[in-house]
């Protein structure tokens, strides 16, 4: 039977439940202070925690919680630890300035020093990808650490973010300006921005339902002044190469990933495969078995 560890049951938080800052010198991203990441364990059977494990960092508005199936059958299949991240400002993780794709690698990376971490299978979605692709990309990432990248369906690019993001950060907006104190009207004020009742509840998992009025687990000021960076890309093509194996996942209806950025992919990761599912851009919660087999197979490989 697979266990399921939060971080709270390996690790105490500090009285503040601030972030922690210890610099991580010597070990790459030097000049960035790290935060402590919240997170879940998935530990198979056989009780390793720490050899050839898959990390999971999910997209803008998400959270751990929103991979807990996949999760656990990932453990099942690869028979090897999972560990899913709350990137920071997201789920239970630190709310904290600046938002950029070299803060949130280095919180991945001091991730991985804190539970020794080795040889890892790293998959980011959307916001995620761009993280993880900044963390195999970074001329400070310890060699030995990364084993496979799996990117879903967002390509190493500037893109400006959707006209339905912008809409969901106003729609979020009102409703903690509007003070509303059920999840009935919440819904009511976030339907006037998105149409699709699936996104809708995506986005209220981020309410804090035991606090009245109601408020959201993401700092949306942050996330907000943070989008600039969201939209970017650190590095430019030929600054950057990593040569491990990757592999990255396009949603066919979802146009993050189209025949204008696809020779990016192969100068950034020249290595890299790239598979084609029939989704949108939610590509782990629409087809969530094709996906799983997609990434099993390929770091059983």
Wanted: one cysteine or more; hydrophobic letters at 40%; aromatic letters at 8%.
């Amino acid at each position: 039977m697979l266990s399921l560890v939060s971080r709270s049951a390996i690790y105490t938080v500090n009285g503040s439940g601030r972030s922690v800052q210890t610099r991580l010198a010597g070990r790459g991203f030097s000049a960035v202070s790290p935060v402590e990441l919240e997170y879940d364990a998935y530990i198979p059977p056989n009780g390793n925690k720490s050899e050839r494990p898959l990390v999971i960092l999910h997209g803008f508005f998400g959270s751990k919680r929103n991979w807990q199936s996949l999760s656990k059958a990932f453990a099942r299949d690869l028979e090897r630890p999972v560990y899913a991240l709350d990137l920071r400002n997201h789920g239970s993780s630190p709310h904290v300035r600046p938002m950029t794709y070299t803060h949130m690698a280095a919180d991945v990376l001091d991730f991985c020093h804190r539970l020794s971490l080795s040889n890892i299978s790293l998959l980011g979605h959307s916001m995620g990808g761009k993280v993880a692709m900044t963390f195999a990309l970074d001329p400070e990432m310890p060699t030995d650490l990364l084993k496979d990248l799996i990117v879903s369906d967002i390509a190493p690019v500037h893109a400006k973010a959707s006209t339905e993001t912008v809409l969901h950060i106003q729609g979020m907006e009102e409703i903690e300006a509007s003070n509303v104190s059920s999840r009935k009207d919440a819904n009511e004020i976030l339907e006037k921005y998105e149409k699709d009742p699936s996104v809708r509840a995506f986005l209220l998992t981020n309410l804090i339902a035991s606090q009245s009025p109601f408020k959201f687990k993401v700092p949306i000021d942050i996330l907000k002044e943070g989008r600039p960076e969201i939209e970017s890309f650190r590095y430019v093509p030929g600054e950057r190469a990593w040569s491990g194996h990757a592999l990255f996942v396009k949603g066919s209806k979802s146009k993050f990933i189209n025949r204008h950025n696809k020779p990016l992919m192969k100068d950034f990761f020249p290595e890299s495969a790239i598979e084609e599912l029939d989704t949108g851009h939610w590509i782990h919660a629409e087809m969530p078995n094709e996906f799983k087999k997609l990434v099993v197979d390929f770091v059983k490989r």
